[in-house]
Nanobody
Framework: QVELVESGGALVQPGQSLKLSCAAS????????MNWYRQAPGKERERVAT????????IYPGSVKGRFTISRDNSKNRVYLRMNSLKPEDTAIYYC??????????????WGQGTQVTVSS
């Protein structure tokens, strides 16, 4: 059973930084790419970061490029999202995601429960 659990969301002021964490279990973490998505109320879900299985390559959309950094620690089955220079438009629920095959044999997109990030003065 694939499980992804996000943590670290908070209320912060514009310009401040925040680091999110995702704890993964139920699949061979180190061979799969990981993603962070976010969704604000009434808006489409948006992918904000991707990291390859070995952590050697990352990708970001223009909305966060230069401010967000995704990283992973395969020894701990964890993926992180460091967010700098936060803006009010970054306010959303942030989700950890992977397209993976569990040891039970099912390959699919899997999602965490989300963690709330609010950027406000």
């Amino acid at each position: 059973q694939v499980e992804l659990v996000e943590s670290g969301g908070a209320l912060v002021q514009p310009g401040q930084s925040l680091k999110l964490s995702c704890a993964a279990s139920g699949f061979p973490f180190s061979i799969y790419a990981m993603n962070w998505y976010r969704q604000a109320p009434g808006k489409e879900r948006e992918r904000v970061a991707t990291i390859t299985h070995a952590g050697n390559s990352t990708i970001y959309p223009g909305s966060v490029k230069g401010r967000f950094t995704i990283s992973r620690d395969n020894s701990k089955n964890r993926v992180y999202l460091r967010m700098n220079s936060l803006k009010p438009e970054d306010t959303a629920i942030y989700y950890c995601n992977t397209y993976a095959s569990s040891w039970g044999g099912k390959q699919d997109n899997y999602w965490g429960q989300g963690t709330q990030v609010t950027v406000s003065s």
